[in-house]
T-cell receptor, first 112, second 113 residues
Framework: GQQLNQSPQSMFIQEGEDVSMNCTSS?????WLWYKQDPGEGPVLLIA?????ELTSNGRLTAQFGITRKDSFLNISASIPSDVGIYFC????????????FGTGTLLAVQP | SAVISQKPSRDICQRGTSLTIQCQVD?????MFWYRQQPGQSLTLIAT?????????ESGFVIDKFPISRPNLTFSTLTVSNMSPEDSSIYLC??????????FGQGTRLTVV
């Protein structure tokens, strides 16, 4: 199935560092979503973006909906050990189908 | 946000058998979906579960292999039929509104031996 290009594939950082990851698509989306998945769990929604250019924060997380509607990025500031997990972007077409297309994922490891 | 419960959380099944996974939402939702997540991979949409009508399947997924039911606005089932080791994956249910974000259950980890 279709997937979005997400980078980097993995990141190994020290506690306290800032993190940035992005997602690109050849298609235009109406909504961009960012999820985090811990081992053995389903994805948990972190941030939802609904308008091109929108910049939204959730605590130490900040995400932006690209102007072209074909990309989005997620920043995590001052990382902590519990930030460890896999982060997925997802594009939502909306409309009658309302399908989510997921990115390939970014594995984040944080060393205390 | 909706709370989504899946059963079973995990199972080990013999090849050639079938497993039905249940998904219960704590409130009525417009849209319900089923995803597959193969080991170390991202999520791939299997189908949209339509209330009162046949599910809408994505390319590469067929009703005979993955029959889906959705009898009401809070419940859906996915059956993995005639299983083979290649079906070993995490199967995830999600739910949401027509123009809003989707929330996920904890997933069902299936191992076929």
């Amino acid at each position: 199935g279709q997937q979005l290009n997400q980078s980097p594939q993995s990141m190994f950082i020290q506690e306290g560092e800032d993190v940035s990851m992005n997602c690109t698509s050849s298609s235009i989306f109406n909504t961009w979503l960012w999820y985090k998945q811990d081992p053995g769990e389903g994805p948990v929604l972190l941030i939802a973006l609904y308008k091109a250019g929108e910049l939204t924060s959730n605590g130490r997380l900040t995400a932006q909906f690209g102007i072209t509607r074909k990309d989005s990025f997620l920043n995590i500031s001052a990382s902590i050990p519990s930030d460890v997990g896999i982060y997925f972007c997802a594009g939502l077409y909306g409309g009658a189908t309302n399908k989510l297309i997921f990115g390939t994922g970014t594995l984040l490891a944080v060393q205390p | 946000s909706a709370v989504i419960s899946q059963k079973p959380s995990r199972d080990i099944c013999q090849r050639g058998t079938s497993l039905t996974i249940q998904c219960q939402v704590d409130s009525q939702v417009t849209m319900m979906f089923w995803y597959r997540q193969q080991p170390g991979q991202s999520l791939t949409l299997i189908a949209t579960a339509n209330q009162g009508s046949e599910a809408t399947y994505e390319s590469g997924f067929v009703i005979d292999k993955f029959p889906i039911s959705r009898p009401n606005l809070t419940f859906s089932t996915l059956t993995v039929s005639n299983m083979s080791p290649e079906d070993s994956s995490i199967y995830l249910c999600s739910a949401g509104g027509q123009y809003t974000e989707a929330f996920f259950g904890q997933g069902t980890r299936l191992t076929v031996v």
